[in-house]
Nanobody
Framework: QVQLVESGGGFLQPGDSLRLSCAASGRTISISDYYMGWFRQALGKEREFVATISWSGTNTYYADSVKGRFTISRDNAKNTVYLQINSLKLEDTAVYYC????????????????WGQGTQVTVSS
């Protein structure tokens, strides 16, 4: 069983930056075996794709709404995936979820075999 634990969320103002982390744990689990992704869900809305990354980190995919502001990265040695968020906007307020997938980093195929519990990001002026 893969356990994913997100951290780094909080209360921020528009224009701020933060970095979310997703650490994997569990018996003989290594994120290097998985494509990894970040998704978010705002209150009253469906969960939406944010970014995904390939095993090596070579290939990344982003939702149009976050391109240029968000950066997904991974450190397989630390068993951790990151989401750097710059220039926060009010509409970035959501619970951010980390996910692991065995199929593909392509968001059209990324289903998420394992999910974390999420970390809340609230942007308010």
């Amino acid at each position: 069983q893969v356990q994913l634990v997100e951290s780094g969320g909080g209360f921020l103002q528009p224009g701020d930056s933060l970095r979310l982390s997703c650490a994997a744990s569990g018996r003989t689990i290594s994120i290097s075996d998985y494509y990894m992704g970040w998704f978010r869900q705002a209150l009253g809305k469906e969960r939406e794709f944010v970014a995904t990354i390939s095993w090596s980190g070579t290939n990344t995919y982003y939702a149009d709404s976050v391109k240029g502001r968000f950066t997904i990265s991974r450190d397989n040695a630390k068993n951790t995936v990151y989401l750097q968020i710059n220039s926060l906007k009010l509409e970035d307020t959501a619970v951010y979820y980390c996910a692991a997938d065995t199929r593909s980093a392509d968001p059209r195929d990324f289903k998420g075999d394992y999910w974390g519990q999420g970390t809340q990001v609230t942007v308010s002026s």
